[in-house]
C-alpha cells in the first residue's frame, strides 16, 4: 500500500437511495412523500441526495435555510419544506422567491408573517405540539393559530404537520394516542396533513395522511428499536470502510490499545485498521462491535483511538495488509453499530468527518 492514498472512505451507492425512496412511497400509497435530506442528507451529501431524488420526491425538508438554498444550487425545483421554519422575519422573501414552505411553530412568527406586508403567495406549514413537548403549538392553540394565518393575504395554503416520539416502537400506545391529538387539534380545519416519519411511514398506515416525511429510512436504516422482527427490505446507501495496515501476532495477555481495556485471551493475530474518531468512526463503540475484514464478520478489540482501531483476526487468519475493512454498510446494518456503540444510526452517518470522503460507486450492471 506504500504510496497510495489512506484507505478510509465512505462510499455511495445511489441506486440503493433510489430503491429505498421507492419502498417508502410504496409503504404509503395514498399518499406524497416529502423526502427529509437535512444534515448535508444525513452525511450522504445534500446536494447528491437532491439530484438523486430530484425526479421522484414530492418534496424536499430539511432544517432551515441554509440547508434548503443547496438543493436549488443542485438544481431541484421541488417545493421545500423548512421544519424549523424561519428564525428570522428577514427570511420571509427568500422563501416566497425560493418557494420554501416554513414551520410556523410559535406565536412570533405569525406575528412576523402578519407584518411581512403584502407580497407574492406563501405556503405554510402549522406544527401542532400532540404530545413530543418540543416545537409547535399545543392543541387548543391550534385553531386560533389558523384563524390569524387564514386571515393574511399573503399565505396560499396552510397545512398541518406534527411529530411522532415513539414510532420506532411498534408496540407503544403513544402514537395512536399522539394521532388522536393530532386529528382533534386539527378537527374541521382545511388543508394537507403529514405525521409519519420513517417509522410512521413503514409500521404505522394511520399516521399516512396526506404526506409522509420519510429520513433515516432514506438512507438504509430500520427506524425501529424492535430489530427481532423482519427488517425492511433497506438498502444501506453508506458503506463505512478502510484497511488493515498491520497485522501481528500477539501473545496471551497482551494488552490492546489506551487503557488496556482488552487482553489477549490466548495467543492470536491482531490487525490494526486506518479509522478511528477523526474520520468520525464511534469512539465509545465498545470491545466486540462487529466489522467485516476480508468480507468476514470479526469484532474490534480494544479503545477507538482517533486514526486506528485494533480488530480480532482470529476469525480470519489469512487476512494481510491490504485487506479490506466494512465498519458499517454492506453486510453490517449501521443500527447495529449503533446499538453497540449506545447510540443511533443517524448519529453514526452524520458524524463521518471529511477525512472519510464521499466516493460515489457506479451503479450494478
Not at 15 to 29: C, D, K, T, V
Not at 192 to 205: E, I, K
Not at 253 to 275: F, L, N, Q
Amino acid at each position: 500500500m506504500r504510496g497510495e492514498a489512506r484507505p478510509t472512505r465512505a462510499r455511495i451507492r445511489l441506486e440503493a437511495l433510489r430503491h429505498n425512496y421507492r419502498l417508502l412511497r410504496s409503504s404509503a400509497p395514498g399518499a406524497r412523500v416529502m423526502a427529509v435530506i437535512k444534515a448535508d442528507g444525513y452525511g450522504h451529501g445534500i446536494d447528491r441526495v437532491a439530484r438523486t431524488l430530484a425526479g421522484e420526491a414530492d418534496c424536499f425538508a430539511v432544517s432551515g435555510v441554509d440547508e434548503a438554498m443547496p438543493i436549488r444550487a443542485a438544481g431541484a425545483t421541488q417545493p421545500v419544506v423548512l421544519l424549523g421554519g424561519f428564525f428570522a422575519a428577514a427570511e420571509i422573501p427568500l422563501h416566497v422567491r425560493e418557494g420554501f414552505q416554513p414551520v410556523v411553530h410559535s406565536w412570533w412568527q405569525v406575528e412576523a408573517l402578519a407584518s411581512a406586508g403584502p407580497h407574492e403567495s406563501l405556503d405554510v406549514w402549522i406544527k401542532v405540539d400532540s404530545g413530543m413537548h418540543r416545537l409547535g403549538f399545543l392543541p387548543g392553540e391550534v385553531a386560533e393559530v389558523h384563524r390569524r394565518l387564514t386571515a393574511l393575504p399573503n399565505l396560499r395554503q396552510i397545512g398541518f404537520l406534527t411529530h411522532l416520539a415513539e414510532a420506532d416502537d411498534r408496540d407503544s400506545p403513544r402514537t395512536l394516542e399522539q394521532l388522536r391529538v393530532f386529528d382533534q387539534a386539527c378537527a374541521g380545519l382545511p388543508g394537507p396533513r403529514s405525521a409519519a416519519n420513517s417509522a410512521g411511514t413503514l409500521g404505522w398506515p394511520a399516521a399516512h395522511y396526506d404526506w409522509v416525511r420519510p429520513g433515516i429510512s432514506l438512507y438504509g436504516a430500520s427506524p425501529f428499536i424492535d430489530q427481532g422482527r423482519p427488517r425492511p427490505d433497506l438498502r444501506p446507501v453508506m458503506t463505512l470502510e478502510s484497511g488493515l495496515i498491520s497485522v501481528k501476532r500477539l501473545p496471551a495477555g497482551a494488552p490492546i490499545g489506551y487503557g488496556s481495556t482488552w487482553r489477549c485471551p490466548e495467543a492470536m493475530p491482531v490487525g490494526v485498521v486506518a479509522i478511528g474518531y477523526g474520520d468520525g468512526y464511534p469512539r465509545h463503540a465498545p470491545s466486540g462491535t462487529p466489522v467485516r475484514v476480508d468480507g468476514v464478520e470479526s469484532q474490534l478489540l480494544g479503545r477507538v483511538s482517533m486514526d486506528l482501531i485494533t480488530v480480532d483476526l482470529r476469525p480470519c487468519p489469512e487476512a494481510r495488509p491490504g485487506a479490506p475493512v466494512v465498519l458499517w454498510g454492506d453486510g453490517l446494518p449501521a443500527e447495529t453499530i449503533a446499538e453497540r456503540a449506545g447510540t443511533i444510526a443517524y448519529e453514526l452517518y452524520c458524524q463521518v468527518t471529511p477525512r472519510a470522503p464521499r466516493q460515489v460507486v457506479a451503479p450494478t450492471r
